[in-house]
């Protein structure tokens, strides 16, 4: 009967092209390979976006002209589609006055991808509400700037309130269909996304 010799695994070994044979029993050195694969968030799953790149020690081993497969395998590039994409990375989207607004529970679902916003409820439907309270007046107008500046190019622009001499509100909502659409959302996103650390009120540090 033959035996099996049983070597313990180093990580420090790379591939060996030539297999050590000892009683008829072949001992393979190998590295344990490790794929990162990184899967889409959504309803719609889109696939796998890659995998990691060969380490040289396998290229070394000419690994790929021991695998099993087809040469003329098709391989393909698979684009996210916007419900892969966040809401940031989102164009807004023309809104028919035939559109019916969101449903309170569906727009519900949306406030967990938007951070600091809330739903209010006024006679006119259900709009989105931010909220910041910046260091000074002039805080406060910078904010409101920026603010002008990357809603500008969605087409989709929601109230801006100067309350108070340092405090700023907007509200977000579609008055075509009378409540709030997908856009709504997509835009506070991209509201979420400025930067205001240098314009809130500085924390004190004692001593």
């Known amino acids: 009967m033959a035996s099996t010799t049983h070597l313990p695994f180093s990580p420090l070994l790379s591939l060996s092209k030539n297999p050590i044979e000892k009683s008829q029993t072949l001992v393979y050195f190998t590295r344990p390979r490790i794929s990162l694969k990184t899967h889409a968030t959504g309803t719609d799953l889109v696939g796998d976006f890659g995998a990691r790149d060969p380490f040289p020690a396998e290229i070394e081993s000419n690994f790929g002209d021991k695998v099993l497969g087809n040469v003329d395998t ?3 590039i698979l684009i996210p589609t916007a419900a892969a994409l966040s809401l940031s990375q989102q ?13 309170e529970d569906e727009a519900k679902k949306m406030l967990f991808k938007v951070v600091g916003w809330r739903l209010i409820h006024e006679e006119g439907g259900i ?3 931010g909220l910041w ?4 007046f002039k805080c406060a107008v910078e904010l409101i700037n ?3 500046r990357v809603v500008e190019s969605t087409g989709h622009f929601p109230t801006l309130h ?5 405090q700023v509100r907007a509200e977000l909502w579609t008055s075509s269909i009378g409540g709030l659409s997908m856009n709504d959302f997509i835009v506070a996103a991209k509201i979420d996304e400025i930067k205001t650390s240098d314009l809130v009120p500085r924390k004190r540090v004692w001593a």
């Open 74 to 76: 098709e391989h393909k």
């Open 91 to 103: 164009q807004c989207s023309p809104i028919s006055h035939l559109q019916q607004p969101l449903p």
């Open 127 to 129: 709009k989105l509400q």
């Open 133 to 136: 309270k910046l260091r000074d």
């Open 146 to 148: 920026r603010i002008c």
């Open 162 to 166: 100067l309350e108070q001499p340092n």
